[in-house]
């Protein structure tokens, strides 16, 4: 947004240390240059012509300013997945989620061959080269393909195996810092040194697709384990006489959960007490999406080579009928959140933003509305219906 300032007045501006009530916020060159309450006077106006400045004034009217959403686990949308899509189609993934209130993503894999892993790692470093119009693609989550048969999930089991430490080193070697998270089965044989070794590298060691044991998931949380995709999902659940993956996850302080707050995929309940357990600063929502996301229902799907049936808005596979991602948005999560599990716009929010913000290590650029950071600002209506979405500042207009 070079040469503009946005300011924002007579919002609830969350940030970190609490709402701020019937507030401003200002962005200059693509930053938070500040956020204050109107009682308090505006900041001085920026627009200087010797500079060049524009300043463009918004009335919330009595709305939200949130965080932009960071998207840590997400297929696809609008048709395309990031297993093959081009420059073109890494766009348009990028777009219809950026106007649905995600400004960082991360490009997530299903379970796959090493040659089309290794191609999603070299098309998501292409497009990062260059300028992104849309969601910032900020790295790649590996889901699979070292996950549990048994718990499969909407994941091709011909590719299931277990994990190979040749593999990784590679990866690291010839992609360092860009894949932030990789999803495998605890149980698997190796597993234990691979997850060491994700986190000696830098990388979230995930569990998910599992049917580890609560004991297991524990050795696993000593080695490095420090996060588990859609909780509840395709993994060993809860019983008391054996917790499970769902119980260790639940108790395990170390471990960060990821929900998918749909009402499809998890119970208003469940969340609930998956929100209960953890506290608000150890839940993240994620959308899962597919290519589907955003395109009508029909039987022209497929997610990982497997066909896909989606009917009213809900994706199948159609040979087992398991759930196959979701067509969740972001804003969706967040609002599904407020309204339906009763959680408070601030918790929701840390949930949506700077969780995932901090657990990918991408917490000081982005994922909090503080001074300095990166511009990621969502504007929604007392309603919590989304107004505006800005990226660095920049008005997203897709």
Known sequence: MTGRSVLVINANVVTPEGIVENGWLLAREGRIAGIGRMSDGLPSDPA??????????????????????????????????FMDADQAGLDEIARFHASHGTTSILATSLTATRDELTDVLRRVRAYRSRPMPHAQVVGVHFEGPFINPKWKGAQNPDYILPPQREWLEEWVREFPGLIKIQTLAPESAGALDYIERLAASGIVPSCGHTDATYDEVIAAADRGLRHAVHTFNAM??????????????????????????????????????????????????????????????????????????????????????NLAGSTLTMIAAFQHMVRSVGVSIPDASKMASANPARQIGIGREAGTLEAGKRADVLLLDAELELQQVWIGGVKHSG
Do not use: Q
């Open 236 to 321: 060993k659940p809860l019983h008391h006489r054996e917790p499970g993956t769902v119980g260790a996850v639940l108790t395990d302080d170390r471990i960060t959960a990821e929900v998918i707050s749909d009402g499809h995929h998890v119970h208003a309940g469940a969340i609930k007490l998956i929100t209960r357990a953890k506290g608000a600063d150890k839940v993240i929502l994620v959308t899962d999406a597919m290519a589907a996301a955003g395109m009508p229902d029909g039987d022209n799907y497929d997610l990982g080579g497997l066909p896909v049936v989606m009917k009213c808005g809900v994706a199948r596979l159609k040979e087992s009928g």
């Open 48 to 81: 200087d012509g010797s500079a060049g400045l524009r300043l463009e004034r918004i009335d919330a009217e009595g709305g939200w300013l949130l965080p932009g959403f960071v998207d840590v686990h997400v297929h696809g949308g609008a048709g395309h997945d």
